[in-house]
């Protein structure tokens, strides 16, 4: 076989089957740490100091170690207590873990934003609090929370960079570019391809996003 040292076919193939791999992390984990991190946000709103407290000590361990540090020390656990996982699956709920710390404060902010008065009104007209929770709270804090939680699924799809210290295959997008550069020695060129690729995967997210807070917006607006 003989050694080709250009860019071929096969190398953009592998830098698209990357970007693949790096779309379905992110919206893999980034599924799994909302509903965790909504169910952890919630409960730091009810009044309980045990469930705020012990939950906000999840959190603060979650935001305060680093990613990469977090990958190694989760895989070495489940290899020490006998259970080795997968790097890709490990790699899926490492990232679904440390993302729930950072969107339970977003999603508590939410539910606080809705103004005491409003909840009082609907509790006064008979709803229960799960009623109020669902209908008047939820729609409300969702408009409040949408663009921080973009933001931070824009910034989950980087960090899935950080897999490839798990050894995970096939490799992610950063990862592949990684092997073709260590072979063709353009890094230049092949991160500028690297980053269209992030660019439009951001711009996917980032216009669905911005659809829905349109909508929301248009909606209030008739409302008025």
């Given at each position: 076989?003989?050694y080709?040292?250009t860019?071929?076919?096969?190398?953009?193939?592998?830098?698209?089957?990357?970007?693949g791999?790096?779309?379905?992390?992110?919206i893999?984990s980034?599924?799994?740490?909302?509903?965790?991190?909504?169910?952890?946000?919630?409960?730091?709103?009810?009044?309980?100091p045990?469930l705020?407290y012990?939950?906000?000590?999840?959190?603060?361990?979650?935001?305060?170690v680093?990613?990469i540090?977090?990958f190694?020390?989760?895989?070495s656990?489940m290899a020490?207590?006998?259970r080795?996982?997968?790097p890709?699956?490990?790699?899926?709920l490492t990232?679904?873990?440390?993302?729930?710390?950072?969107?339970?404060e977003v999603?508590?902010?939410?539910?606080?934003?809705?103004?005491?008065?409003?909840?009082m009104?609907?509790r006064?007209?008979g709803?229960?609090y799960?009623?109020?929770?669902?209908?008047?709270?939820l729609?409300?804090?969702?408009?409040?929370?949408l663009?921080?939680?973009t933001?931070?699924?824009?910034?989950?799809?980087k960090?899935?960079a950080?897999?490839?210290?798990?050894?995970?295959?096939?490799?992610e997008?950063?990862?592949a570019?990684?092997?073709?550069?260590n072979?063709v020695?353009?890094?230049?060129?092949?991160?500028l391809?690297?980053?269209?690729f992030?660019?439009v995967?951001?711009?996917a997210i980032?216009r669905?996003?911005g659809h829905?807070?349109?909508?929301w917006k248009?909606?209030q607006?008739?409302?008025?």
């Amino acid at each position: 076989m003989n050694y080709v040292a250009t860019f071929t076919t096969n190398d953009f193939l592998l830098m698209a089957q990357g970007a693949g791999i790096t779309f379905v992390l992110t919206i893999s984990s980034g599924a799994i740490g909302t509903v965790l991190g909504f169910l952890v946000g919630w409960a730091r709103t009810v009044k309980s100091p045990l469930l705020f407290y012990a939950l906000g000590g999840y959190i603060g361990v979650i935001r305060s170690v680093p990613l990469i540090v977090q990958f190694v020390l989760f895989n070495s656990f489940m290899a020490i207590a006998g259970r080795p996982m997968d790097p890709f699956l490990s790699g899926i709920l490492t990232l679904s873990i440390y993302i729930s710390g950072y969107v339970a404060e977003v999603v508590k902010a939410g539910i606080e934003s809705v103004p005491s008065p409003t909840r009082m009104a609907a509790r006064g007209l008979g709803m229960t609090y799960l009623q109020d929770f669902f209908y008047i709270v939820l729609p409300i804090g969702a408009r409040t929370v949408l663009p921080s939680w973009t933001g931070l699924m824009l910034g989950l799809m980087k960090d899935t960079a950080l897999i490839a210290v798990l050894g995970a295959t096939p490799p992610e997008l950063l990862r592949a570019s990684q092997i073709i550069i260590n072979r063709v020695q353009e890094p230049l060129l092949i991160l500028l391809g690297a980053g269209a690729f992030y660019f439009v995967m951001c711009w996917a997210i980032a216009r669905i996003s911005g659809h829905y807070e349109g909508r929301w917006k248009r909606q209030q607006e008739a409302l008025q």
